[in-house]
């Protein structure tokens, strides 16, 4: 599988396409204001104790506090709270240890493994409460796992951890842990024995998927990196006051390259000279083997117009997602949860049987949701209503496809099968608020008072009723009325390179095109070879 990376940088921040097979699969957004990012650390304190919800929030400096129950507290709580108060204090000095001796890093005394010498807590007890552990004003030291939504504030962690390329480092543990989606045997005891040899004391890590394969030289420098990262935190916390960012977490377009660049990566397309300086440099540091991927758009055409990706956000944003197969999804959104419908519309494949039918409508609406979730990074509760089928096989079949197609998405998710009802109940990792995009746009006939859908999709409905006329209806004479703006659009190239000539020659239809002042830009209308309507 291909796959591409579209970056567009602008005053409101940057925008992150992920294509697989040129088919736009995830959409990322970066804004520049943004307060909170998962994985940032912050010094933060304790404003409120909340005993009815066995929780706290804690002042991070935004305008939202961050929520933090018990259990979010970690089982190493009462060892980040200790070596907190000892960072405050100076206790621990780069290019020292603990107790003020060289340290056995790095030939030059930098400093590696600031917890060699640190005595590990107990651990906190899972059942307690957080009045007993926490007081008002008391300094935290916190982790941000979830983004604002809606107007929930952030949710914070006192596990705290920091990501790399290959390795995640958690402090305060002596736990090697090996990513569940490397399956091998042998290669899961090769990076744990590894990793186990290079980690330093008092620190635990989590391999990533990632680093299957790898050398130990470069599982070895991304450790350093995280370790220096730790060092700088612990140094700055002895010169700020609560609130403050200690750690920052890589912007989105960093992370995501980090996450989730492969060998089958073809291309990455940045529009900006800055942009484009700063992802070579990244991919420079994290796989220097990749750096002439990184490609500079410079043609005056918008980078995501080129691509074809506002077109495709514009037609898969929307509550009625169409299918090519004339297959419709209607989906909503709630405080709670989101909910799917799927319609068969106007399927034009053909089947055997009503189940045969419902079977086919299924399994391509199974593949389009799997990849609406990713691009709309929708988390929750989402619940999808499938065309009934009566028999056994063909719902565990739909059931299957469903996990095949969600074994790309790298947020963490659990599929039920169909109840009896029909329903499928999937549950998938939620850390920011759903991906929203308004395609809607102001009526040019009403001034605003009304909204229609985009412009940019008109000649694509006109294309999927005409495919539809001519496979279904068996119509060979066509006659279509339409704005003369849009009819203009659709003749532009004469005989041989418009839209009209291609359509004629694609579909074998003998087609003629009218222009009518009295339609609306978007309205359209075909006609038999008698001038009778066709009533779609």
């Known amino acids: 599988m291909d796959k591409e990376l579209v970056i567009s940088s602008s005053d409101e921040g940057v925008q992150i396409a992920l294509l ?278 410079k043609m005056e055409t918008p980078i995501f117009e080129q691509f074809g990706i506002w077109r495709d956000i514009r037609r898969a944003f929307g509550k009625i997602v169409t299918i090519r197969s004339g297959v419709y999804l209607y989906i909503e959104h709630t405080e709670a949860m989101h909910v799917i419908d799927v319609n068969s519309g106007n399927h034009i494949k053909a089947g055997t049987g009503q189940e045969d039918t419902a079977l086919q409508v299924n399994i391509e609406s199974a593949i389009e949701i799997a990849r609406q979730l990713r691009l709309r990074d929708m988390g929750g509760i989402v619940i999808v209503d499938f065309v009934d089928m009566n028999k056994a096989e063909n719902r565990k079949k739909l059931y299957e496809v469903m996990c095949e197609e969600m074994r790309r998405d790298k947020a963490r998710h659990t599929i039920l099968p169909l109840s009896k009802f029909g329903l499928m109940q999937i549950t998938r990792q939620r850390v920011r608020p759903a991906m929203e995009v308004d395609v809607q746009e102001k009526c040019p006939f009403c001034d605003g008072t009304g909204t229609i859908k985009s412009s940019l999709v008109v000649v694509d409905e006109i294309e999927s009723s005409l495919k539809y006329l001519l496979t279904s209806a068996n119509e060979k004479k066509l006659t279509l009325v339409t704005h003369p703006y849009v009819n203009a659009y659709l003749t532009k190239g004469g005989w041989f390179k418009s839209l009209k000539a291609q359509w004629s020659r694609k579909y074998h239809v003998r087609l003629r095109m009218q222009p009518s002042e009295k339609y609306s830009l978007l309205d359209f209308r075909f006609f038999h070879a008698n001038g009778d309507e066709i009533q779609m």
């Open 20 to 297: 697989e097979d040129k088919r736009l699969v995830e959409l990322h957004k970066e804004k520049t204001s943004g307060q909170f990012a998962v994985g940032d650390i912050f010094f933060g304190k304790v404003q409120k104790i909340m005993q009815g919800l066995n929780a706290a929030f804690v002042d991070i400096g935004g305008d939202k506090e961050g929520f933090m129950h018990y259990l979010d507290l970690g089982p190493d709580y009462n060892s980040v709270d200790k070596y907190l108060r000892l960072a405050m204090n100076g206790a621990f000095a780069v290019g020292k240890n603990s107790v003020g001796e060289k340290s056995h890093g790095d030939a030059d005394g930098k400093n590696t493994s600031p917890l060699e010498n640190f005595t590990i807590e107990p651990i906190l007890e899972k059942v307690g409460n957080i009045g007993d552990v926490l007081n008002v004003g008391q300094p935290v030291l916190v982790q941000v796992t979830k983004e604002p939504i809606s107007t929930k504030g952030p949710k914070v962690t006192g596990d705290i951890s920091i990501a790399g390329r290959y390795l995640v480092l958690t402090p305060f543990s002596d736990k090697i842990s090996v990513s569940q989606k490397i399956k091998q045997n042998a290669e899961r005891s090769r990076l744990r024995r590894l990793v186990r040899s290079i980690c330093p004391k008092n620190f635990g890590v989590i391999v990533r998927t990632v680093a299957e394969g790898r050398t130990v030289a470069e599982l070895d420098t991304d450790l350093r990196q995280l370790l220096d990262a730790w060092s700088r935190m612990t140094e700055k916390l002895k010169r700020v006051n609560a609130p403050c960012k200690v750690h920052a977490e890589l912007g989105t377009t960093s992370a995501l390259l980090r996450d989730v660049l492969t060998d089958d990566f073809e291309t990455i397309y940045v529009d900006t000279p800055d942009l484009y300086s700063e992802v070579r440099q990244f991919i420079k540091t994290i796989d220097p083997g990749k750096v002439d991927i990184v490609k500079h758009y």
